[in-house]
Nanobody
Framework: QVQLVESGGGLVQPGGSLRLSCAAS????????IAWFRQVPGKDHEGVSC????????YYADSVKGRFTISRDNAKSTVYLQMNNLKPEDTAVYYC??????????????????????WGQGTQVTVSS
């Protein structure tokens, strides 16, 4: 069964850290670009970060640049999102998604999310004191 499963969300105080994991099964993760999106109620998905297949080119939204780091461990079929210095505005449901694009390529974060064809169920991140 082709699926992505996110984990690692939770409640954290402002300034704290979380590491999200996105575990893949049923397909070869290393040949896919992986993106993290987030969504708050009433708003569309926002692209947060993505990492290409191949050499692992990375992209970040301006709102998280310098605070979030995306990485992949193809041997474990897992992509991570390390989130540091979290802010209340980072509160959202975080989703990972996989897309089969050319090696070393990932679409811009503002591109339609329909370009990604495998999605996880999401994990809640709440940043609050």
């Amino acid at each position: 069964q082709v699926q992505l499963v996110e984990s690692g969300g939770g409640l954290v105080q402002p300034g704290g850290s979380l590491r999200l994991s996105c575990a893949a099964s049923g397909f070869t993760l290393e040949t896919y670009a992986i993106a993290w999106f987030r969504q708050v109620p009433g708003k569309d998905h926002e692209g947060v970060s993505c990492i290409s297949s191949g050499s692992g080119v990375t992209y970040y939204a301006d709102s998280v640049k310098g605070r979030f780091t995306i990485s992949r461990d193809n041997a474990k079929s897992t992509v991570y999102l390390q989130m540091n210095n979290l802010k209340p505005e980072d509160t959202a449901v975080y989703y990972c998604a996989a897309g089969n694009f050319a090696t070393d390529y990932a679409p811009p974060l503002a591109a339609p999310r329909g370009l990604y064809d495998i999605w996880g169920q999401g994990t809640q991140v709440t940043v609050s004191s």
